[in-house]
């Protein structure tokens, strides 16, 4: 009598044809307009420091492949990514040596030791920014990192403003129109919500980034700080000025949504991204933190693989036929 075990397993069962090479360059794409804004805004700086933190991620990847003995993977462009995801997120003021550990970080410890592309649990490039904050801190303090800028607007990142001026200083200082525009200071491009909005638009609809984690991570910002604001407007602000500032836009497309650290299931998609975005809130309002985007995602990366188990059972699964 033989003894066969059928035994189905959670999506994704098939390829839709398309390469790593092709995705990443996709994302690469749709990140351009925030590039673009970035550099015009911030000026050469900001298009050195991105420059370096592309090029010495690519670097750190093709050491390890060498050093490893493993295949040269750098032109799959992930590592591409990685570099200019985090080099975004810098102020256009970092020194080099600090975008160079950054990426070193990022990749190496992100990414590689993990064992390689789609084995890693966390972000990558969020996994090279919580290192440098936790670590030299004197180069994220919203307050005071980017007032070498002579802007129009003020040298004030919009959440630092919020976090030491309160509700009052923000509500003269910035608008939703401005923050939508990029006139506010923070990373080199986080800066401009419409650029990230439309890349992110892009990505979803080229099926490269899933509407659930990204529609789901607005949600909770916006209906954790309408609670807030609700209970308390004098010390609280409302839910477009957070959705509007800091890595809000940047996490929502382009970070809780990389595909090894976040949930392939539907129903978890949608726990990961709403309660990703709660958690943010709570880190601005109680928190230490001015932005706990990079935090917070991070905390439900860890979170993931249990979110990841929430599913409906597969037909057939365990079944023993005779």
């Given at each position: 009598m033989n003894n066969y075990k059928l035994t189905v397993s959670h999506a994704p069962f098939w390829h839709d044809g398309d390469s790593i090479f092709q995705m990443n360059l996709n994302i690469l794409i749709a990140l351009l307009p925030a590039v673009i804004f970035g550099i015009i805004q911030f000026g050469t700086p900001a298009a050195g420091v991105l420059a370096l933190s592309l090029s010495s991620a690519i670097v750190w990847e093709f050491i390890l492949n060498i050093t490893s003995k493993n295949k040269i993977t750098i032109g799959d462009l992930d590592a591409a990514v990685i570099g200019l995801l985090f080099g975004m997120m810098l102020p256009a003021t970092s020194p080099w040596w600090l975008v160079i550990t950054g990426t070193f970080v990022a990749v190496v410890i992100g990414k590689i030791i993990f064992g390689g592309l789609g084995a890693n649990p966390f972000n990558p490039a969020l996994v090279g920014m919580a290192f440098l904050m936790l670590s030299w801190k004197t180069f994220f303090d919203f307050d005071t990192a980017?007032?070498?800028?002579?802007?129009?607007?003020?040298?004030?990142?919009?959440?630092?403003?919020?976090?030491?001026?309160?509700?009052?200083?923000?509500?003269?200082?910035?608008?939703?129109?401005?923050?939508?525009?990029?006139?506010?200071?923070?990373?080199?491009?986080?800066?401009?919500?419409?650029?990230?909005?439309?890349?992110?638009?892009?990505?979803i609809l080229r099926g490269y980034a899933r509407w659930e984690i990204t529609v789901s991570f607005i949600a909770g910002i916006v209906f954790t700080a309408y609670c807030f604001n609700l209970a308390n407007p004098g010390s609280y602000a409302g839910p477009m000025f957070h959705l509007l500032s800091g890595y809000t836009l940047l996490g929502a497309f382009f970070l809780a949504t990389e595909r090894s650290s976040s949930p392939v299931n539907k129903i978890p998609m949608l726990l990961y991204g709403f309660f990703a975005g709660v958690m943010i809130i709570l880190m601005r309002n109680i928190g230490a933190y001015a932005d706990g985007t990079i935090l917070a995602i991070l905390l439900f990366n860890l979170a993931n693989p249990l979110i990841d188990t929430i599913r409906p059972k597969a037909l057939g699964k365990g079944i023993n036929n005779a």
């Open positions: 980017y007032v070498n800028y002579d802007f129009d607007f003020t040298a004030f990142a919009p959440l630092a403003t919020l976090k030491f001026q309160g509700v009052e200083a923000i509500s003269d200082l910035f608008t939703s129109t401005d923050l939508l525009m990029g006139n506010q200071v923070g990373g080199i491009g986080s800066t401009f919500g419409l650029g990230l909005i439309i890349g992110g638009i892009y990505l």
